[in-house]
């Protein structure tokens, strides 16, 4: 039996993450990838990027001490492979190459810039087929701070995935008009017509805290009804109520609102009444890829 470590860094438009992965190889037996750590750091850069235009200066320190942090961590955890990821804030802030520039010469991390559909393609690639039933129909919704992914998966394969910039602290910042919402509703409602037994499939921080709350267990799917009620219920509440009754962190009991009402939008428009939340995104996705491309060398 050998184990390796390998690492992912998701650089998203509400927090940054590291995830690091036990990779078990043993003969005659099928890989596996066991969660050894993840470290979450609240840097918003999507509230600068998508109301300013670029990262502040303050985001900026913030972001490279994190990395040289990352960067000891996974020298102290022995990771021998990394990739590090980042989606919509980045890709939209003036300065995103600057810093990544910046990063790679203080912090020695070298950062790909991912558009939405390459983000799709790597949560796809995650341990989605485990909750995917051939007989059954699923949307999955990745929702982040400056985007959601879609993807309709029939038959066990992908039918059709699109990207929407209706992330939550787009939403939180007023930067979705009618138009968007709209484009999004004819999309699920065109896709999803025809489809019988389609189920919602969820997957970020927003909806993996929905699911801990509702006190389900692991793989028992959220009722689209409870759901619902949670909304109007967290939504009752001001701000610092959601963090000292309920002990969210700050920078969860804001964005929680927006992202609820993206998968109650999107089961309204598909007829979903279920979603399941298999609690995987896009580390897991990049960690997936990232071992299986060294694989092939």
């Not at 990779?23 to 050894?36: A, D, L, M, P, Y």
């Not at 980042?86 to 520039?101: L, V, Y």
């Not at 992330?167 to 896709?191: A, C, F, H, P």
Request: aromatic share 6%; with cysteine.
């Amino acid at each position: 039996m050998k184990v390796r470590k390998f690492a992912a860094i998701d650089i998203g438009s509400n927090a940054i993450r590291l995830l690091t992965h036990n990779v078990i190889e043993e003969k005659g037996k099928k890989t596996q990838f066991r969660k050894s750590a993840l470290i979450r750091v609240a840097v918003r850069l999507g509230e600068d990027s998508f109301t300013l235009g670029q990262i502040s200066e303050k985001n900026v320190d913030r972001m490279v001490k994190s990395m040289k942090a990352f960067k000891l961590l996974m020298e102290v955890a022995g990771v021998e492979e990394y990739r590090a990821c980042a989606t919509s804030a980045m890709r939209e802030a003036k300065n995103g190459q600057e810093i990544i520039n910046k990063i790679k010469k203080e912090a020695n991390i070298s950062i790909d810039l991912i558009d939405g559909k390459e983000e799709a393609k790597i949560i796809a690639s995650t341990d989605l087929k485990d909750v995917i039933k051939e007989d059954q129909s699923y949307l999955y919704i990745d929702v982040g701070g400056g985007s959601t992914e879609f993807t309709i998966f029939t038959k066990g394969k992908i039918k059709i995935s699109k990207s929407f910039k209706l992330g939550t602290v787009r939403l939180l910042n007023d930067m979705v008009g009618e138009d968007l919402w709209n484009d999004l509703q004819s999309w699920i409602k065109t896709n999803t017509e025809g489809l019988s037994k389609l189920s919602i499939i969820g997957s970020g921080g927003n909806i993996n805290k929905l699911h801990k709350m509702s006190g389900r267990k692991e793989g028992q799917a959220l009722s689209c009804i409870w759901l619902n009620a949670q909304y109007h219920f967290l939504d009752s509440l001001c701000y610092d109520d959601r963090i000292s009754e309920l002990g969210l962190n700050p920078d969860r009991a804001d964005v929680i609102i927006p992202a609820t009402r993206i998968f109650l939008s999107a089961a309204k428009w598909s007829g979903a009444k279920k979603i399941y939340v298999p609690k995987i995104g896009l580390s897991d996705g990049i960690i997936k890829t990232l071992y299986n491309s060294k694989k092939k060398r």
